[in-house]
């Protein structure tokens, strides 16, 4: 596989679910349906609709958020938001969202219930939940444009000395952001693929990849940004997968019955790559812009101490493994310099 290059320009070639035939096109329509049927759906894009992430889901990421930061006091949705988010809903036509040519392709040349058809169906899922939250943020909706709380910035004091290392360039551009999915300058949708990857998370419980390294491989990936979740990229497990699948082709949801996302990977998902990795290393991705590597001084968990209760090692060994990983990475890092 060619190394990715994440500077070079980025021409995909797009595509409609309508050019599909109904046995592949149908299946997109009921998913997306049942997806959006969903209450987690649902107050996700009313959050972009609004403008800033309620205070619950930043409370709910893996990073914490500076104490003081003003958007821990939004705890309410903004009035009207709700029912613009139904409204929205009731006339959204999926066939109107774009997807790589290439994708749809491999996707309709699958048969019906294989597992190529399964794998690259759930990416087009994943693509498409995406894609419905960068349409609601280019609408440009936000009640909270003049309020200050996105381009917040902490005082200068010794207990904020951490945000200024992982932020020197200030803050990002919006609140809404998986935090290892900021590469915005590199999107093709800029800042509204950020805001689409912390949907996607939000909804589905992390961004969903793939590995591109062995193209027949029907694996699917979870990157969280989760509270009381691995930061690490994890491979579903098949029961996991048949869940995920089940719910996204019924084709009668009972708005009352429990729902298999967000799914919240745990020790049980014991195959994990490292999110510290780039992805040229890894080949577990799905879009080769869609992070860069993080410099060395944003910190490594792998160099910590393993503790039997911390969730991001699943075994002593497979500590053990990952930080002679941070080492290995340690060394080129300083090698470089």
């Not at 930080?323 to 890092?333: A, E, I, L, P």
Request: charged content about 25%; proline content about 7%.
């Amino acid at each position: 596989m060619s190394t990715p290059d994440l500077d070079q320009a980025v021409e995909i070639r797009k595509s409609r679910i309508d050019t599909l035939d109904a046995d592949h096109r149908d299946p997109i329509l009921q998913a997306i349906s049942n997806i959006l049927s969903t209450e987690i759906a649902e107050v996700t894009y009313a959050q972009v609709v609004d403008g800033l992430p309620l205070a619950s889901a930043v409370n709910d990421a893996y990073y914490l958020t500076e104490n003081d930061h003003p958007v821990l006091g939004h705890k309410e949705l903004c009035p009207g938001v709700l029912e613009q988010t139904r409204s929205f809903r009731a006339a959204f036509n999926p066939t109107a969202l774009l997807f790589d040519a290439g994708l749809l392709l491999a996707y309709h040349a699958a048969s019906p219930g294989s597992r190529a058809f399964k794998t690259r169906f759930i990416e087009i899922i994943a693509v498409a939940i995406h894609q419905i939250a960068v349409l609601l943020f280019k609408q440009d909706t936000s009640r909270h444009k003049d309020g200050g709380i996105v381009s917040w910035i902490p005082p200068e004091e010794p207990d904020h000395d951490w945000w200024f290392t992982l932020h020197p360039d200030g803050p990002l551009p919006s609140l809404f952001a998986h935090s290892w999915f900021t590469n915005f300058a590199h999107y093709p949708e800029g800042v509204a693929d950020m805001v689409g990857y912390w949907a996607e998370a939000r909804i589905l419980g992390g961004v969903v990849t793939f590995d591109r390294q062995s193209p027949e491989s029907d694996d699917v990936y979870f990157h969280p940004d989760r509270s009381h979740v691995t930061y690490r990229i994890c491979l579903l497990l098949d029961s996991q997968k048949q869940d995920l699948l089940s719910f996204l082709l019924s084709e009668s949801v009972d708005p009352s019955a429990p729902v298999p996302i967000p799914i919240r990977p745990g020790r049980e998902n014991d195959k994990r790559v490292d999110s510290e990795e780039s992805i040229a290393l890894t080949g577990i991705y799905r879009d080769i812009w869609e992070r860069k590597t993080r410099p060395d001084e944003f910190g490594d968990e792998r160099a910590f101490n393993y503790n039997e209760s911390n969730l991001n090692f699943t075994s002593m060994r497979d500590w053990a493994e990952a930080r002679n990983r941070w080492r290995t990475r340690w060394q080129r890092y300083n090698n470089e310099d």
